[in-house]
């Protein structure tokens, strides 16, 4: 009987897993599209992103889409379709909000910008003797794209473009996974067919910069902006229907820990899942 128990249990805990994972496919991702701009006068980086987007479930309105960002601090963020209602951050995501729902297997195409503050770094090639007035050789950015753990992506393009009148160097960085990858005022890198987090990563390095740029806007001396205290009302409806789902898994566990407490005599192991 024992033996039947454990069998059971592991059957049932793979049905369980399998349907987890099955759960973290809500959509797919058929294109992807970054394009990044330096901006000389304080070294932030214009970043503008398009995304075609196919609802494997249906996509309820007032459910938000989130993708990645490198820090909270950031300006201008601004709609670049229609279809996008408003726009929300704190210091790892972008919340896009879409005007309507979206039925099961429709694909729609959204595309927004925003402002990337405290995203450089400085060095020099000298020895360091007077920290009142070093003079800094190079800018230097190292820029990972957000990605997506949840999600396959069809194809992904990263275009990185020179300011105008610079020429950026980008042998320090590695590209993995890429179809091509093409260095021609700036840097473009496409990929295709991508798993679950892939991510794509530019490093360059500038010299001449036309502007100097103060070491207290690099990357890493970034306010901690304080977004615990954030709200959303549609943000929190989301919350609501996920534990729901959370407590109707919860229900479906005890039932089958009923059943199997029946079978067993008594007896009845414990697990559980993760609803993501």
């Avoid at 950031?74 to 309507?100: C, G, Q, V």
């Avoid at 753990?149 to 590209?175: C, H, K, S, Y």
Wanted: some cysteine; aromatic content about 14%; glycine content about 8%.
């Amino acid at each position: 009987m024992l033996k039947k128990l454990h069998i059971l249990l592991l059957t049932v805990l793979a049905a369980l897993c399998c349907t987890a994972i099955a759960w973290a496919d809500y959509d797919y991702i058929d294109r992807y599209d970054v394009d990044v701009l330096p901006n000389t006068d304080d070294g932030s980086l214009t970043i503008t992103v398009s995304l075609t987007w196919t609802a494997l479930e249906e996509l309820p309105y007032g459910q938000e889409l989130k993708v990645g960002i490198p820090n909270g601090s950031i300006r201008e963020k601004t709609a670049l379709t229609d279809n996008i209602e408003r726009l929300s951050f704190d210091n790892r995501y972008m919340y896009i909000y879409l005007d309507r729902a979206y039925k099961k297997n429709e694909t729609f195409t959204f595309s927004y910008r925003w402002v990337q503050e405290y995203m450089y770094q400085l060095s020099t090639n000298g020895v360091i003797e007077d920290y009142d007035n070093v003079h800094y050789d190079y800018v230097n950015y190292d820029y990972t794209a957000g990605w997506f753990d949840e999600a396959r992506i069809g194809q992904m393009v990263l275009v990185w473009n020179d300011p105008a009148g610079l020429t950026g160097d980008f042998t320090e960085g590695t590209v993995s996974g890429a179809d091509s990858v093409t260095v021609q005022d700036g840097m473009t890198i496409t990929a295709s067919d991508l798993g679950y987090g892939y991510k794509m990563n530019v490093k360059v390095r500038y010299t001449d910069w036309p502007t100097v740029l103060s070491p207290e806007n690099s990357i890493g001396s970034q306010p901690d902006n304080d977004y615990d205290d954030w709200y959303d009302e549609d943000e929190d409806t989301g919350m609501a229907a996920l534990f729901l789902t959370l407590i109707i898994t919860i229900f479906i566990v005890w039932v089958v820990v009923r059943i199997i407490r029946e079978i067993a005599g008594g007896y009845a192991g414990g697990f559980g899942t993760r609803y993501v």
